[in-house]
């Protein structure tokens, strides 16, 4: 279980972020056209997931952004945006706001909030997800992880971005 706060105040998560140096676990996750995308989607690739309470929000909007600015110049590199905001409001979103580099992902239906330990288990935002950030090589092996501390705030884009260098 990890401890962060939301502004200020401690809340908790599921469990803790996966090890760097193991692999991620399988998901099973909704794009806007209601198709399942799961880990065999992005074989071969360097992953950047970047998960957030919900999209509403201005700082999980700011980090959709970010990375979407920054995901076209990585090389064989997806970013994949994940929260429990419906496929819908994320398609909604990311038209309005021309996001197209990155892939974004519901788990309104799933338990990647549970498998990968950033489902938020108590205060006001109880059963979204933490502001976390993972990155794994092509094969899936976890090389780079953060637990953002306070949900107010934004990930350490430099870091999560220089460990798919």
Not at 12 to 28: I, M, Q, R, S
Not at 86 to 108: K, M, W, Y
Request: negative net charge.
């Amino acid at each position: 279980m990890a401890t962060i706060t939301l502004k200020g105040n401690e809340i908790h998560t599921y469990g803790d972020l996966p090890e760097k140096g193991f692999n991620v676990k399988e998901f099973a996750l909704v794009n806007e056209k209601l198709e399942i995308k799961t880990l065999a989607d992005y074989a071969g690739k360097k992953k950047i997931f970047n998960i957030f309470p919900s999209i509403d929000t201005g700082v999980c909007a700011a980090s959709a952004r970010k990375f979407n600015e920054s995901a076209s110049a990585l090389v064989n590199t997806i970013v994949i945006n994940v929260s429990k905001d419906l496929p819908f409001a994320l398609g909604r979103f990311c038209a309005a706001e021309g996001i197209d580099n990155v892939e974004t992902l519901s788990d309104f239906r799933g338990s990647f909030g549970t498998d990968y330990g950033v489902i938020i288990t108590d205060g006001p935002m109880k059963g979204l997800l933490s502001r976390a950030v993972i990155v794994t090589d092509e094969s899936g092996k976890v090389v780079y992880t953060e637990q953002v501390p306070e949900i107010t705030t934004e990930p350490n884009y430099e870091a999560a971005l220089a460990a798919v260098k």
